[in-house]
């Protein structure tokens, strides 16, 4: 798929209204995790590259993001809701407006513990989303 040009590139403002208006997507199998996002930038559905963007929600008390790795670093902004994460190991609480970064092939969870949604603000440094291979722990040591 050929890169859009700096010239081809453009701003793009999304309504307020985007994510309840389209389809989350989540994971075929929920032994990944109980979560949806939306993802909101990401090449070539929007006419951006560089970074990919999106919105995650985990639902009370049983939602969470399974243990997994990519290649890219990845930032999370707590918008709303309590919950832990947990980075190669070590553990942390997180509330709205926490910030988190995740360096590249770190090993890294979210949970929700709160009895709201645990809500947040996700960003990769890619051009697409297609470019983020997650890999799961428990698949890696299915395969040991």
Not at 21 to 46: C, K, V
Not at 65 to 75: G, K, T
Not at 100 to 111: F, G, M, R, T
């Amino acid at each position: 798929m050929k890169t859009p040009s700096i010239s081809t590139l453009q701003p793009v403002v999304l309504p307020p209204t985007y994510t309840t208006t389209t389809a989350p997507e989540s994971f075929p199998d929920s032994s990944y995790g109980t979560l949806a996002w939306h993802t909101l930038f990401s090449h070539p559905h929007t006419p951006t590259r560089d970074l990919i963007a999106g919105l995650a929600v985990c639902p009370p008390n049983t939602g969470h993001l399974c243990a997994h790795r990519h290649a890219q670093a990845e930032i999370y902004y707590i918008v709303q809701g309590d919950g832990e994460v947990t980075i190669d190991g070590r553990r942390w609480t997180v509330t709205a407006g926490s910030t988190v970064y995740i360096p590249p092939n770190s090993e890294h969870e979210i949970a929700n513990t709160g009895t709201a949604d645990l809500r947040w603000f996700y960003v990769f440094p890619t051009s697409s989303f297609g470019d983020v291979v997650y890999r799961f722990s428990k698949d890696e040591k299915a395969k040991l």
